[in-house]
């Protein structure tokens, strides 16, 4: 990681001098190429101290038009990363050093917790996805390629399999359980939306762990450490989250949690109790009995309703809330038979809870044709009453008896429809998606959405993948069993941008100092003044010797592009030395998140930013 002299050589090279002033000064900074104040590298080989002349930090004052989100523009526009393609990009140095730290965060948590650090090869052969599965199952997402002997590969958007077939081979016995094994390595996923910069890339980096256990016990007490070890990790990330329920797929349980950062730009929503501490995304969130019907039955009547096509339209013309008009859907089932849907006209269908009701097979609408074709009703008039198809209904359907339903032929509704006796249902389901206000399913209070970025996901795999390849061990008892699993993944660039989204304002980033590419900007303003270089310099020194990361804007620029700059790039501290400050013996030191402004003097500036830096980082 550290820049050698050659490197700088090229990149004075590469940029010809812009100024060649009295100082000897040569390439873009203006204390001379050879002058004091050089890179600095740590006892560990880590870059302490960096001018900013000699590095690789474009700033730009208008972000791309495709930037939507916060993040995504500040980070283009600071010099964290450049895009390269769709949903692929570069890191330059200072987008890198952020992801370092957010790496190194995530690695002493993941030791700590006992999980032991591997590196798995990112192209992978295709016959381990068959033998899982997943090679049909995963879907456009999977990139699949040929070798040049013919043989399927993929680049691996996950990596279950290769681990899975690792401990198949290694682990013999109990006696070599429990284990966890994580990296930290490169996906990729060929997201159809990839957009946001990081946050949805098509490539990314992504730290990966799987536990292995004997039997459920332990899987779980894996599960918990790794949840732990993900709340520190995100604590020391210095941002604010929340921890919430996940879809696990048709198997059901508890055990996946998703860790969320609070942000309106998050992709997910989430439904939060405040009074018990219920917290669940969307995708799984049940909810009390949303909907209250209290009409009294009467027959089924069938009414003449000219043009009512939509929700809205038909609960004005028939005088009825829109919860009592009844969606049927007719969903085309991969593998199956279709089925019929029905929801109250107020409420969206929840695809997952759908899939997971049809044991994990993927549900498509049928097209107004094929609903035609399959129901033999004319399109858009699709209704449960006299259906040959299965009916699956949402809970709330079943509490229903005055419901307004399609007639099954144009211009045509029923009203005062009951489930059950006007029309057969297989299965009353929770299938829709919670709203804000809908009662809490464990307390009853009102639950509130918000929106969330996932950057973490634990989730307790069971014997899916042990199953499916063969991995077990062999107990006490000498009889073999499957090895029970878990993974667990963190986004490491998604994390990075997460904290940009949370942490900025309308000049640009503001960094929590655990991931703040440098943790000081030091800027001289008067860069021909003597006074002005030798107090920065010794700063500089005394900085980096005292363990301070310093970027130092040595750049013969106006103090006004330079605040700009600084401003953008929001580093926690910034110092400025000027003239002015000289004359009085001080130095100014100014806090990037609540500008707060103190002026130190240079004798002991070093220690006491030191101790701001200390401070921010206990
Ligand atoms: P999403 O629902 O956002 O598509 P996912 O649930 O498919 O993500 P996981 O398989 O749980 O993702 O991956 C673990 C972590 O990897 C996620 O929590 C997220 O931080 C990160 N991640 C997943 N997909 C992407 C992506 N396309 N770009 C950047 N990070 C990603
Ligand atoms: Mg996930």
């Not at 957010?102 to 591997?118: D, K, L, S, W």
């Not at 440098?518 to 030798?534: C, G, H, M, R, S």
Request: aromatic fraction near 6%.
């Amino acid at each position: 990681m550290s820049q050698d002299t050659s490197t700088k050589a090229a990149n004075a090279k590469a940029k010809p001098a812009k100024d060649t002033s009295d100082n000897g000064a040569s390439g873009r900074g203006a204390f001379g190429q050879d002058a004091p104040g050089q890179t600095k590298v740590d006892a560990t080989g880590e870059v302490i101290g960096q001018r900013l002349s000699a590095y690789l930090a474009p700033t730009m004052k208008e972000s791309p038009a495709e930037a939507e989100i916060v993040s995504h523009k500040l980070m283009i526009r600071a010099g964290l990363i450049r895009k390269l393609s769709a949903g692929i990009y570069s890191y330059l140095p200072m987008g890198l050093r952020s992801l370092r730290k957010a790496e190194r965060i995530i690695r002493t948590e993941m030791n700590r917790f006992n999980a032991r650090e591997v590196l798995l090869p990112s192209v992978q052969p295709a016959e381990l996805w068959k033998e899982s599965g997943r090679f049909d199952k995963y879907g456009p997402e999977l990139l699949r390629f040929k070798d040049r002997h013919d043989r399927d590969c993929v680049y691996g958007p996950t990596h279950e399999e290769v681990i899975t077939d690792i401990v198949r081979r290694e682990v013999r016995s109990f006696r070599d359980l429990p284990l966890n094994l994580y990296q930290i390595q490169t996906k990729f996923r060929d997201e159809i939306r990839p957009r946001f910069g990081l946050m949805r890339g098509r490539e990314f980096i992504m730290k990966d762990a799987y536990s292995f256990d004997v039997d459920d016990a332990g899987a779980d007490l894996s599960y918990r450490s790794m949840y732990q070890a993900y709340v520190n990790i995100f604590t020391n990330c210095g941002l604010k989250f929340a921890v919430v329920e996940a879809d696990s797929g048709p198997i059901g349980g508890s055990f996946s949690h998703e860790f969320m950062v609070l942000a309106e730009s998050g992709e997910d929503a989430l439904a939060f109790c405040d009074k018990c501490s219920y917290a669940s995304n969307i995708e799984k969130a049940k909810t009390g009995d949303y909907v209250i019907y209290d009409v009294p039955e009467a027959p089924l009547e069938k009414v003449h309703t000219p043009g009512c096509r939509h929700v809205p339209q038909l609960a004005a013309f028939m005088k009825t809330p829109e919860s009592s008009i009844i969606k049927s859907m007719l969903f085309e089932v991969e593998g199956g038979d279709p089925v019929l849907v029905l929801i109250p006209g107020h409420r969206e269908i929840n695809l997952i809870k759908l899939k997971n009701a049809l044991d994990g097979a993927n549900p498509t609408l049928a097209s107004p044709e094929e609903a035609e074709r399959i129901t033999g009703v004319p399109m858009g008039f699709v209704t449960p009453v006299g259906a040959k198809v299965k009916i699956l209904a949402d809970l709330a359907i079943g509490r229903m008896n005055n419901g307004v339903v399609g007639a099954g032929e144009a211009d045509y509704h029923f009203k005062n429809a009951k489930p059950g006796r006007d029309f057969a249902v297989s299965g009353y389901l929770d299938l829709n998606v919670a709203g804000q206000g809908d009662p809490c399913p464990h307390c009853g209070a009102p639950l509130a959405l918000k929106r969330g970025i996932e950057v973490g996901h634990v989730f307790k795999l069971g014997t899916k993948y042990s199953l499916a390849m063969g991995a077990k061990f062999m107990g006490p008892d000498g009889n073999e069993s499957p090895i029970i699993m878990g993974c667990y993944g963190i986004g490491l660039g998604r994390t990075v941008a997460a904290s940009v989204e949370q942490n900025h304002d309308k000049d640009g980033i503001i960094w929590p100092m655990a991931l703040a590419p440098f943790q000081v900007a030091l800027l001289p303003l008067q860069v021909q003044n003597e006074k002005v270089i030798e107090a920065t310099l010794k700063l500089y020194d005394e900085l980096t010797d005292l363990g301070v990361e310093t970027l130092l804007d040595d750049r013969d620029e106006r103090p006004g592009l330079k605040f700009k700059d600084a401003d953008l790039l929001g580093l926690p501290l910034r110092v400025t030395v000027s003239e002015k400050g000289l004359n009085n013996g001080q130095v100014e030191l100014k806090e990037r998140e609540s500008r707060e402004v103190t002026m130190l003097p240079l004798e002991t500036a070093a220690r006491a930013i030191k101790d701001s830096r200390d401070k921010a980082l206990a």
